[in-house]
């Protein structure tokens, strides 16, 4: 695991380019370029999972952002979190174009990284990024923070070497929202996050894992709700409006109220070439 005066020499002192090599810097203006060319496009993997969101990735799996979402993941290069954030920005506003409330918070959730993975790596790579994108977004005055609410709920197969099929098969079930903490997920829009897609069979549980977080606490407030309602509190019974917008009565109206399905959608930093649709015929 690393220590502390490693992050801290990693800042102060880099030793060379995440993405290329060049010495004494954490990331050469050509890297730094490559990680947003093109800007930020959708993805779709072929075949696309069951349950994927809409996509969004900053930049192509490849080369030079190949080697800086390694050196980041795999080599503890904390210092690139930064600029991977920025570029996590950049797909996350893409994604939010389609609409939704402006003045809703920006709720960025990590897919998360396995347990044993995170202490072999001593951190958290898509948790890390999200935090800086967070970041970014704030100074560019949009509201957003980060809902580190998923957790895994059973051990999983390592991912190598599987194809998509059996990466979904892999990962059914394997994630839920950590208890109590739905309800955080109906402050504002829900945006997954993680650094790279590749089937897109992890951010399809994560968005399963989501919805069903967001049912079962639906449920059980407005159970709350009509159990009141029963014994006589006065509340007044919801319209077909209120109704509508899946709000109970006298709750203000905001984007992280409406079906689940309507909130979610997820950024990258990266994802493969042939995923992107510009490159489809």
Sequence with gaps: MRGWWQDLTDLVLPAECG????????????????????????VRPVPEPDGLPVVHAAARYAD????????????????????LGAALAGAVRAGLVRGGAADAPVLLVPVPS??????????????????????????????????AVLRQRRAVADQAGLNSLQRQQNLAGALAVAPGAARLLREGRVVLVDDL?????????????????LISYDESTNAVYTAGTR??????????????AG????????????GADDVIHAAVVAA?????????N
């Design 114 to 147: 396995a347990r044993a993975a995170v202490r072999a790596r001593g951190h958290d790579p898509a948790r890390r990024i999200a935090l800086a994108a967070a970041g970014e977004l704030r100074r560019d005055g949009l509201p957003a923070r980060v809902v």
């Design 19 to 42: 993405g290329c090599g060049r010495s004494r810097t954490v990331l050469c203006p050509k890297c730094r370029v490559a990680l947003s060319a093109g800007g930020p496009g959708r």
């Design 272 to 280: 493969p070439s042939d995923s992107f649709e510009i490159n489809r």
């Design 64 to 83: 030079e952002v190949r080697a800086v979402l390694l050196a980041h993941k795999e080599r503890g290069a904390l210092a690139l979190a930064a600029p």
């Design 247 to 258: 709000r109970r009565p006298g709750q203000p109206g905001m984007a992280g109220t409406a």
């Design 197 to 213: 897609m590749t089937t897109g069979a992890s951010l399809a549980e994560a968005a399963r894992a989501v919805k069903a977080g």
């Design 231 to 244: 014994e006589g509190r006065g509340e007044r019974a919801a319209g077909p409006a209120e109704r509508e």
